[in-house]
């Protein structure tokens, strides 16, 4: 298996401008995650689907950010306009699905906005 | 809302010592614990899951217990080896509803020095 993957592995772009990212879960998942890492905050979930449908978007910080599942294999997180502090590693992650089920994640997308 | 927290934030020690890194969470109510490494610039890599059921968990020099009343769980590294150097994070899965997300601390950065 080859893992979560992880479209682009960096991506710099100009403040104002939009921003895709996108994951391909682990085969067979059910369960996928969206992370964003900072040195000031740490890991913050963003999002999390199950079976494709958003469970939990409490941490997307703003209308800005979107994210989507349209199928079990591919999910996109948007930011537009992007803002230089959108700068940020973002991770995304799956599972089996069900809560005892180990998480794994993804290589990471390095964003900066400048 | 969950917190978990990881001490010490940052760890140096010399090769072949045995050490603990510690971490708690304020709501007992887990599904399960991961614990995670990460290298600089690299995603996380999952190390041990402990179950809400499990008191400890080992795979080869590691060993990470849980004490769920209490919000601990400690992760024992034996004979530590440079090779051991990363970022090691510890992530609460809640339980209640179907909401399933990882709750994660903020890391202790570990250095083994040869």
């Known amino acids: 298996d080859a893992g979560v993957i992880q479209s682009p592995r960096h991506e710099v772009t100009e403040m104002g401008q939009e921003v895709t990212l996108r994951c391909k879960p682990i085969?067979?998942?059910?369960?996928l995650f969206w992370y964003r890492q900072t040195m000031m905050r740490g890991l913050e979930l963003l999002i999390y689907?199950?079976?494709?449908?958003?469970?939990?978007d409490s941490g997307m910080p703003e209308d800005r950010f979107s994210a989507k599942m349209p199928n079990a294999s591919f999910s996109t997180l948007k930011i537009q306009p992007s803002e230089p502090r959108d700068s940020a590693v973002y991770f995304c992650?799956?599972?089996?699905?069900?809560?005892?089920?180990?998480?794994?994640f993804g290589q990471g997308t390095r964003l900066t906005v400048v | 809302k969950q917190e978990v927290t990881q001490i010490p934030a940052a760890l140096s020690v010399p090769e072949g010592e045995n050490l603990v890194l510690n971490c708690s969470f304020t709501d007992s109510a887990i599904y399960n614990l991961q614990w995670f490494r990460q290298d600089p610039g690299k995603g996380l890599t999952s190390l041990l899951l402990?179950?809400?059921?499990?008191r400890e968990q080992t795979s080869g020099r590691l060993n990470a217990s849980l004490d769920k009343s209490s919000g601990r769980s400690t992760l024992y590294i034996a004979a530590s080896q440079p090779g051991d150097s990363a970022t090691y994070l510890c992530a609460v899965r809640q339980s209640g509803g179907s909401n399933y997300k990882l709750t994660f601390g903020k890391g202790t950065l570990l250095t083994v020095n040869p």
């Open positions: 085969s067979g998942h059910n369960s």
């Open positions: 992650a799956s599972s089996r699905g069900g809560a005892i089920t180990e998480a794994f």
């Open positions: 689907f199950n079976n494709n449908v958003p469970i939990d």
């Open positions: 402990i179950q809400s059921s499990q």
